[in-house]
T-cell receptor, first 114, second 112 residues
Framework: NSKVIQTPRYLVKGQGQKAKMRCIPE?????VFWYQQNKNNEFKFLIN????????QIDMTEKRFSAECPSNSPCSLEIQSSEAGDSALYLC????????????FGEGSKLTVL | QQKVQQSPESLSVPEGGMASLNCTSS?????YFWWYRQHSGEGPKALM?????GDKKEGRFTAHLNKASLHVSLHIRDSQPSDSALYFC????????????FGKGTHLHVLP
């Protein structure tokens, strides 16, 4: 069973609505990633954090997406105004601070924008 | 430009057969390579890593890395129906930004 907990598993939103997803990383993992996996199974990196600080994020994330990883609370990814093209599986992953690329993924939150 | 390319897109092998998946990187900064497996409806799970040139064997799975050609492969011996999944190659340059790039995946179908 995955030790990275993502909620909700499914969410359905209308265009223009907010969509918020949460992630509890594996205990002791300081680095958290958010990826978007589209219907063609392609991964798009969105943002990553080390503890509460943003390491890097793509332009799309800066404009309509907001994310945070507060201490002692779940990490979250929020889409301010959902668009049809945002329909995807949003994957949260955590890792140790060693940079080799071993990520521990959650089951994902599947967003459908009608 | 996709920095990690996988082939084939889809692969069907009979139960008990050998499955061979390929991955090529276009970035010589990548030092660490992983294979991830994703079953339908689940998140990806790390299958195995390879960081040095040559072969690495774990049970029925063998990974091969050639850093000179930036080529990574995964070979699954005695394929089982439970191996049917999406397989992703992932690469990292190990920098502080922890950038991990994924390929587009190979659909493996193991036919009973």
């Amino acid at each position: 069973n995955s030790k990275v907990i993502q909620t909700p598993r499914y969410l359905v939103k209308g265009q223009g609505q907010k969509a918020k997803m949460r992630c509890i990383p594996e205990k002791g993992h300081p680095v958290v990633f958010w990826y978007q996996q589209n219907k063609n199974n392609e991964f798009k990196f969105l943002i990553n954090f080390q503890n509460q600080e943003v390491l890097q994020q793509i332009d799309m994330t800066e404009k309509r997406f907001s994310a945070e990883c507060p201490s002692n609370s779940p990490c979250s990814l929020e889409i301010q105004s959902s668009e049809a093209g945002d329909s995807a599986l949003y994957l949260c992953a955590s890792s140790l601070r060693e940079g080799t690329g071993q990520l521990y993924f959650g089951e994902g939150s599947k967003l459908t924008v009608l | 430009q996709q920095k990690v390319q996988q082939s084939p897109e889809s692969l069907s092998v009979p139960e008990g057969g050998m499955a061979s998946l390929n991955c090529t990187s276009s970035d010589r900064n990548f030092q660490y390579f992983w294979w991830y497996r994703q079953h339908s409806g689940e998140g990806p799970k790390a299958l195995m890593s390879i960081f040095s040139d040559g072969d690495k064997k774990e049970g029925r799975f063998t990974a091969h890395l050639n850093k000179a050609s930036l080529h990574v492969s995964l070979h699954i011996r005695d394929s089982q129906p439970s191996d049917s999944a999406l397989y992703f190659c992932a690469a990292s340059d190990g920098t502080n930004a922890y950038k991990v790039i994924f390929g587009k995946g190979t659909h493996l179908h193991v036919l009973p």
